[in-house]
Every structure is written in C-alpha cells, then in structure tokens.
C-alpha cells in the first residue's frame, strides 16, 4: 500500500513519495510533506528552468539557484520564472 500525505503544495492528501529523493533537511521536508503528483510537476518545470537558463548542474551557483527555485515553488506556492512559457490555465 502507498503512503499518503498532506500535500503542502496542492493542499490535499495525496500519495506521497516512494523514497526520499532529494538529501538532507530539505529533502526530509520534501518526502515528508510533497505528494509524488507535485514532485512530477516540479520537475517538468525543472527541466525547463534548466533549459532556459542554460544551467549547468555542475556549477554551484546554478545548483543553488534551482534550490531556491524548488523550495519557493513546493512550499511557498512561488511559480518560478521560466522566460516564454504561460502556464495553462485552470
């Protein structure tokens, strides 16, 4: 049986992650607290967050930068700035 959450960015119960994804405090945070729905939301835009910035994961300013990105998104409910991209409307 899959675990279930209070998803903190979807505000709903919701199933949560399989395992802890991401290291340390912040990923105890995550896997505590984020579904796998908004986990999989995340990384899409992610992926084009790295994309249009042109980051280089091996560069710890761009690295930094993500994280931030991540938490403000997850947590704080802060939709990150993708240059050319509209979200779709609900």
């Not at 903190?8 to 994804?21: D, P, S, Y």
């Not at 579904?35 to 899409?44: F, G, V």
């Not at 091996?58 to 930094?64: C, F, G, L, S």
Request: net charge negative; glycine share 6%.
């Amino acid at each position: 049986m899959s675990r279930t959450v209070f998803c903190q960015n979807l505000n709903k119960e919701a199933e949560g992650l399989g395992f802890q994804l991401y290291p340390g405090e912040i990923g105890k945070r995550i896997f505590d607290n984020i579904s796998k729905e908004a986990w999989t939301i995340w990384q899409k835009k992610q992926t084009m967050l790295i994309n249009e910035k042109k980051m280089n994961m091996m560069n710890v300013d761009d690295r930094a930068f993500l994280e931030a990105a991540m938490v403000a998104y997850l947590f704080e409910g802060k939709e990150p700035e993708i240059e050319g991209y509209v979200p779709p409307s609900k």
